[in-house]
């Protein structure tokens, strides 16, 4: 997936040559320059680019190709189309389970794009934007928004996702006008009165940083006059990563990933614990059978903590302990708790057995060098999904790691135009719509299942 096999097929071609690059259609070699130069703008850079964009416009173009292929025509696996399926399932070759999961495979390959129309009671603020961040509620009701700003700094909004449906494509956004908005590293959903009741900021200035909690009905429609403040906001060094504690043990408890320390601060009571690491802690998530932080780090470590102890000088307090080979930008504890899925700067993405502290499946084709890009897992689908460095959004089984799809970005790739992305079976609620949601400079896609 990555843009040196096609350098790989040059190679073949011809021999490569130092400070020359061989065009296989022109069938000669023309002469590198070693930066940027206005008069030949002949660089690895801008060959590299023109590569990437080439096959992007190729696959949007296949992709436009098999709009008119039915589903009992397409496959997500060779010879698995939906009358096969059907007919395994009928002659009891199938279990119900290989079924579901195995229909919810070939749907992701059936699923085609569309643009979603947003709608904001401020009209000169929908459209206006970049989107750099979405992230869905546990119910997949509401997404929250950041959008960088041109004079510099972010917008926050929340989008209701209760109007998508299966002919109508709109949605409303809500934006906060009311606080100063930082760049955001990291976001999470925060359960304070209700599910999903408040937001975890962790946003960088210049320096030192901040974190935040803000109630959610700060962005609503609701009379300004009752919308209450910000619950908790504080000075840190540089947030890397935040998660929200839902087990009833370290209650009201929200975590803060910082350079070489975590810090975890009880909303309610203000009380605050400190535990010092060797890097910094770039990916966080915690269990909720269980007071334990998993924490994913720069170095490439893994390690949880239970947070009930006292952090005492000169005591080990780190428990699971899991390697990767680069630094760790994502994380995500599997639903029995037994499983962590990770994902690292080289592009690797391991499942690991936290009984064994086992690698036990890799997921292949992820592309990072040194992007934090998140992970999305959907156990009850079976479903993998990830948006690489290289602006693909790549999605996997997660029963035998094989990759289902790979969707190009409806805009050229670069480093601020990495698409975020919220799958679900339920978009805007239990009665939603099925789909992916693809949120790329100022637009906001949805990939319906068909």
Same mark, same amino acid.
């Given at each position: 997936?990555?843009?040196?096999?096609?350098?790989?097929?040059?190679? =073949?071609?011809?021999?490569?040559?130092?400070?020359?690059?061989?065009?296989?259609?022109?069938?000669?070699? %023309?002469?590198?320059?070693?930066?940027?130069?206005?008069?030949?703008?002949?660089?690895? @850079?801008?060959?590299?680019?023109?590569?990437?964009?080439?096959?992007?416009?190729?696959?949007?173009?296949?992709?436009?190709?098999? /709009?008119?292929?039915?589903?009992?025509?397409?496959?997500?696996?060779?010879?698995?189309?939906?009358? !096969?399926?059907?007919?395994?399932?009928?002659?009891?070759?199938?279990?119900?389970?290989?079924?579901?999961?195995? !229909?919810?495979?070939?749907?992701?390959?059936?699923?085609?794009?569309?643009?979603?129309?947003?709608?904001?009671?401020?009209?000169?603020?929908?459209?206006?934007?970049?989107?750099?961040?979405?992230?869905?509620?546990?119910?997949?009701?509401?997404? %929250?928004?950041?959008?960088?700003?041109?004079?510099?700094?972010?917008?926050?909004?929340?989008?209701?996702?209760?109007?998508?449906?299966?002919?109508?494509?709109?949605?409303?956004?809500? @934006?906060?006008?009311?606080?100063?908005?930082?760049?955001?590293?990291?976001?999470?959903?925060?359960?304070?009165?209700?599910?999903?009741?408040?937001?975890?900021?962790?946003?960088?200035?210049?320096?030192?940083?901040?974190?935040? &909690?803000?109630?959610?009905? &700060? /962005?609503?429609?609701?009379?300004?006059?009752?919308?209450?403040?910000?619950?908790?906001?504080?000075?840190?060094?540089?947030?890397?990563?935040?998660?929200?504690?839902?087990?009833?043990?370290?209650?009201?408890?929200?975590?803060?990933?910082?350079?070489?320390?975590?810090?975890?601060?009880?909303?309610?009571?203000?009380?605050?614990? *400190?535990?010092?690491?060797?890097?910094?802690?770039?990916?966080?998530? %915690?269990?909720?059978?269980?007071?334990?932080?998993?924490?994913?780090?720069?170095?490439?470590? *893994? /390690?949880?903590?239970?947070?009930?102890?006292?952090?005492?000088?000169?005591?080990?307090?780190?428990?699971?302990?899991?390697?990767?080979?680069?630094?760790?930008?994502?994380?995500?504890?599997?639903?029995?708790?037994?499983?962590?899925?990770?994902?690292?700067?080289?592009?690797?993405?391991?499942?690991?057995?936290?009984?064994?502290?086992?690698?036990?499946?890799?997921?292949?084709?992820?592309?990072?060098?040194?992007?934090?890009?998140?992970?999305?897992?959907?156990?009850?689908?079976?479903?993998?999904?990830?948006?690489?460095?290289?602006?693909?959004?790549? *999605?996997?089984?997660?029963? @035998?790691?094989?990759?289902?799809?790979?969707?190009? =970005?409806?805009?050229?790739?670069?480093? @601020?135009? *990495?698409?975020?992305?919220?799958?679900?079976?339920?978009?805007?609620?239990?009665?939603?719509?099925?789909?992916?949601?693809?949120? !790329?400079?100022?637009?906001?896609?949805? %990939?319906?299942?068909?």
């Amino acid at each position: 997936e990555a843009p040196s096999s096609s350098s790989s097929t040059q190679n =073949s071609v011809a021999p490569e040559l130092p400070g020359f690059y061989y065009d296989s259609e022109k069938n000669r070699y %023309f002469r590198l320059l070693p930066g940027h130069n206005n008069h030949n703008p002949l660089t690895k @850079d801008s060959i590299q680019h023109q590569v990437m964009e080439c096959k992007r416009l190729r696959l949007l173009e296949e992709e436009q190709k098999q /709009f008119h292929v039915t589903l009992f025509q397409k496959t997500a696996r060779a010879g698995l189309n939906s009358s !096969v399926l059907l007919q395994k399932r009928q002659l009891g070759l199938l279990s119900s389970t290989s079924y579901c999961r195995l !229909v919810h495979e070939l749907k992701v390959n059936c699923m085609q794009r569309r643009k979603i129309e947003i709608h904001s009671p401020d009209s000169s603020v929908a459209g206006t934007n970049n989107f750099k961040i979405i992230v869905a509620d546990v119910a997949c009701e509401r997404i %929250f928004t950041v959008n960088d700003v041109e004079h510099g700094g972010c917008k926050y909004g929340i989008i209701n996702l209760s109007g998508l449906g299966k002919e109508s494509l709109t949605v409303e956004m809500y @934006d906060n006008l009311y606080f100063t908005n930082r760049k955001v590293n990291s976001v999470c959903w925060a359960s304070l009165t209700h599910p999903d009741s408040h937001l975890c900021l962790m946003g960088i200035a210049e320096t030192p940083g901040c974190a935040s &909690l803000l109630p959610a009905s &700060l /962005f609503s429609s609701t009379n300004p006059g009752d919308r209450p403040g910000m619950l908790c906001s504080f000075k840190i060094s540089t947030a890397w990563s935040c998660a929200w504690c839902l087990n009833p043990q370290a209650d009201n408890c929200f975590s803060t990933g910082l350079t070489r320390r975590v810090l975890v601060t009880n909303v309610v009571t203000g009380h605050r614990q *400190i535990f010092g690491t060797s890097s910094d802690v770039l990916a966080q998530q %915690f269990a909720t059978q269980t007071p334990v932080l998993y924490n994913g780090c720069r170095s490439g470590e *893994i /390690f949880s903590i239970d947070v009930r102890q006292r952090n005492r000088k000169g005591q080990s307090w780190k428990a699971t302990r899991l390697f990767h080979g680069s630094a760790v930008t994502s994380i995500h504890l599997m639903e029995a708790e037994h499983y962590l899925m990770a994902a690292d700067m080289a592009g690797k993405i391991k499942l690991w057995d936290l009984r064994t502290a086992k690698c036990v499946k890799q997921y292949k084709g992820h592309h990072n060098e040194y992007a934090l890009l998140p992970l999305h897992v959907n156990e009850e689908e079976g479903l993998l999904t990830a948006v690489g460095q290289d602006c693909y959004t790549r *999605i996997w089984s997660l029963q @035998d790691a094989h990759l289902l799809r790979t969707i190009p =970005s409806p805009h050229p790739s670069s480093k @601020d135009a *990495i698409p975020s992305v919220v799958f679900s079976s339920r978009l805007g609620g239990s009665r939603g719509v099925p789909g992916l949601l693809m949120a !790329v400079k100022q637009d906001l896609y949805h %990939f319906s299942y068909n």
